[in-house]
């Protein structure tokens, strides 16, 4: 009588592997939609592009209960109303329900739609550690006929940072010296401990001579610049998950513990927000993402 061999043990332990990575990943889209780093409709494309991908894969019901606001109670009643059965996963989605799906997603969490370049000044800003100074940076290095604002900061210099290059450091009565004169553009506490400023003056000169002129600003900056000038583009940089972003200023060693928590609960707030913004890119490679900003910059000339 044969007997029943069983798959080899390097195959158990492959495909434990492969389940493991596949809770991972879709632990990981959960996250990204509760954080906004990634629209609900995206995720839902993704599932439909690729029935088999961490997308393809989420059960509805924890697709919707990572959504803000969205209980139990709250998903269970959608569900009924979409006539969605309780095992279906986004993936196995029929072409009826699917649709149903995308129009109560597009009402109750419309995707922001971006609005036209108005002027050659673009506004950067997005959540702590998402690399707007390195995609600033590379703009500069890149494309010369670029004038970065240079902002005046009371804070500190960081290692590497150079006075004049990357902040003008001033100290805060400097700082309040610059506001009574009404030389800054904008100006905010950030963090609740140092403020941050844009020198107005060579920013008219710039947008005078018709340059492109890039500002990378805090969050409340770019909201101030919109009351000023309001022709300015404002554009959300994204990270391409909400764990890279953790990763990011886990990795760059400049906070402690307590700082990190804080700064992290601050990106949440400022993630939401990002509805009202112009443009959204997302910095999954620092030369992609200068490029599609470079290139909205550039639009306003063609």
Known sequence: ????????????????????????????????????????????RRAEADHGSAAGTLRVTEFLTSLPAIGAGKRDKIMAELEISSVKRLGGLGARQREALYGWLDQRFPEPVARP???????????????KGTVAAHIRENNPDVMLSVSATTRAPRPGEV????????DDAEFDRMIAQDELLEWATVHGVHRYGTPRGPIDRAINEGRPVLLEIDMQGAFQVRRSEPR?????????????LVDRL??????????RARRLRTARTELAAQGEFDHRVVNDEVGRAADEVVNLMQASAR
Do not use: N
């Open 1 to 44: 009588m044969s007997q029943v061999v069983g798959p080899p043990e390097v195959d158990r332990l492959a495909a434990s592997r492969k389940a493991v990575a596949a809770r991972r990943a879709r632990a990981s889209i959960k996250r990204d939609l509760g954080t906004r780093v990634v629209s609900p409709q995206e995720v839902l």
């Open 117 to 131: 370049v108005r002027s050659s000044l673009v506004v950067l800003a997005g959540p702590t550690a998402v690399g």
């Open 163 to 170: 006075d004049g290059v990357h902040y003008h450091f001033v």
């Open 232 to 244: 300015a583009s404002l554009v959300f940089l994204l990270p391409p998950s909400w764990d890279e």
């Open 250 to 259: 886990v990795g760059r060693g400049t906070e402690d513990e307590e700082e």
